[in-house]
């Protein structure tokens, strides 16, 4: 029994991690369009988060199964 706990405890902390991850990335990608920066998807997220591992705050770090997705996302909408 406290198997299964511990293994649903895990996925829901993952997917917490993941939805703080996206949040970061949102507002960083809100305020540098609100500004007019380019590209602001990813400087954005960027900015924001070098920023907040500056402050030393505990970022989690990218889950393992999202690195392959979205680098066969990326294969898939861009292929050469």
């Known amino acids: 029994m406290s198997g299964r706990r511990f293994r649903i405890?895990?996925?829901?902390?993952?997917?917490?991690?993941t939805a703080l991850?996206?949040?970061?990335?949102?507002?960083?990608w809100f305020i540098f369009?609100?500004?007019?920066i380019p590209t602001p998807a990813?400087?954005?997220?960027?900015?924001?988060?070098?920023l907040i591992k500056d402050l030393q705050t505990d970022v989690p770090s990218v889950p393992?199964?999202?690195?392959?997705?979205?680098?066969?996302?990326?294969?898939?909408l861009y292929p050469k």
């Open 64 to 76: 393992q199964y999202l690195a392959p997705f979205v680098q066969n996302l990326l294969l898939y």
């Open 21 to 28: 991850l996206f949040t970061i990335g949102l507002v960083g």
């Open 9 to 17: 405890l895990y996925y829901v902390n993952m997917i917490f991690d």
């Open 42 to 50: 990813l400087l954005g997220t960027l900015v924001f988060l070098g």
């Open 33 to 36: 369009k609100l500004i007019r």
